[in-house]
């Protein structure tokens, strides 16, 4: 049976096949913004982003999200990275509603959907394959999704065609020269961050999170053109839910890069 987000094979039974789902690193987490520990040296240091265009970007629908393959050099540094991670992928994890749908929660509070941008150390590993399962193998931006009534420019070239990779294992092209930066809020410098995991299986501790503190605005129509999406072939159940709820910080340090 593969995993997913339904009754019988949802995050409370993946510990079954995946054990460390019952680690001390798992993710997202409740973010609190009063327990976190301001850090002078995130600001020192801040975290700078790199990114390229990508000429032909791939976009696909594997079943479980919407996901778009990267293939340019665009990397990030700093902040409470060491050396320079690479982005490799960026994906989505969204609701059946408003009221749901982000993995990470603010005060207890989902957002509508929440936007992954998945990078490698790429100083000290080969591949994201390499990389994966090593504990400062991987670095994801979590960006905060919000409704209000403009459309996202920047989603708007992958939410116009989300119809195209509406069945699983559809997968397109983005044509024109798509800078993933178009996706980050406008202040980056305000992020809360945490060693981690996987949100998904294999759920390997091997994630520094960066989740910034402003949100972007989508509008509700391009939550509507995600919620069109389908698990499988024609026919098949939409793909929304897809998150998994917080696990316990336990012994870590929240760090925040602001006051
Ligand atoms: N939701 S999330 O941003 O935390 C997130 C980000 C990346 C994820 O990768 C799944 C994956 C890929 N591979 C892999 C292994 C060997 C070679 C190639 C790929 N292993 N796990 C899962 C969740
Ligand atoms: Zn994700």
């Not at 789902?21 to 995130?42: H, N, Y």
């Not at 976009?59 to 690479?86: D, H, T």
């Not at 949100?199 to 972007?216: A, G, M, N």
């Amino acid at each position: 049976a593969t995993w997913g987000y339904g009754n019988d094979n949802g995050p409370a039974t993946w510990v079954k096949s995946f054990p460390v789902a019952a680690g001390t690193r798992q993710s997202p987490i409740d973010i609190v913004p009063t327990a976190a520990k301001c850090d002078t040296k995130l600001t020192e240091n801040p975290l700078t982003v790199n990114y390229s265009p990508e000429p032909a970007m791939e976009l696909c629908n594997p079943g479980l999200s919407v996901k778009a393959n990267i293939k340019s050099k665009s990397v990030i540094k700093g902040g409470p990275l060491e050396g320079e991670y690479k982005l490799e992928q960026f994906h989505l994890h969204w609701g059946s509603a408003d009221k749901q749908g982000s993995e990470h929660t603010l005060n207890g509070k989902m957002f509508p959907a929440e936007l992954h941008l998945v990078h490698y150390n790429a100083t000290k590993y080969s591949s994201f394959g390499e990389a994966v399962d090593k504990p400062d193998g991987l670095a994801v931006f979590g960006i905060f999704l919000k409704i209000s009534d403009k459309p996202h420019q920047g989603l708007k070239s992958l939410t116009d065609v989300l119809s195209e990779v509406q069945y699983k294992d559809k997968s397109i092209n983005i044509k024109q020269e798509y800078n993933p930066v178009c996706l980050l809020p406008d202040n980056i410098n305000k992020y809360w961050t945490y060693l981690g995991s996987l949100t998904t299986p294999p759920l390997c501790e091997s994630v520094t999170w960066i989740v910034f503190e402003e949100p972007i605005e989508v509008s509700e129509d391009q939550m509507k053109a995600f919620r069109a999406l389908c698990c499988g072939e024609c026919g098949s159940a939409p793909i929304v839910d897809n998150y998994r709820p917080p696990l316990p910080l336990g012994n870590r340090q929240l760090r925040a890069s602001f006051q």
